[in-house]
């Protein structure tokens, strides 16, 4: 059984920043993907951003709402990733959840049935 913990939320002032770390345990080989995913009260889950990593080389996705702001990083064999998200805005506020992916899908990596996992989410709150 995969086991994915998120840590690093909190509660920040509009413009600051914050690190969410997320740590996969259970299996022995490499993520193909991870990503991060985020949904605020009566709002639906929204794709942040992603990492994957195919055929030696690193990919990386952003939704447009965070790019430039936020940067994704990860260890695909170490199955850790991290979400650095700095300038934040009470927009951002929400749970985000991590979630990796090991096999195969037609789904792509903004689609959150494009992953096998998910964590159980850490509060991120930007106050204004």
């Known amino acids: 059984q995969v086991r994915l913990v998120e840590s690093g939320g909190g509660l920040v002032q509009a413009g600051g920043s914050l690190r969410l770390s997320c740590a996969a345990s259970?299996?022995?080989?490499?993520?193909?993907?991870m990503g991060w995913f985020r949904q605020a009260p009566g709002k639906e889950r929204e794709f942040v951003a992603a990492?994957?990593?195919?055929?030696?080389?690193?990919?990386?996705y952003y939704a447009d709402s965070v790019k430039g702001r936020f940067t994704i990083s990860g260890d695909n064999a170490k199955n850790t990733m991290y979400l650095q998200m700095n300038s934040l805005k009470p927009e951002d506020t929400a749970v985000y959840s991590c979630?990796?992916?090991?096999?195969?899908?037609?789904?792509?990596?903004?689609?959150?049935?494009?992953?096998?996992?998910w964590g159980q989410g850490t509060q991120v709150t930007v106050s204004s």
């Open positions: 259970g299996r022995t080989f490499s993520a193909s993907a």
């Open positions: 990492i994957t990593w195919t055929g030696g080389s690193t990919y990386y």
């Open positions: 979630a990796v992916r090991y096999s195969a899908t037609t789904y792509g990596v903004t689609a959150y049935r494009g992953y096998n996992y």
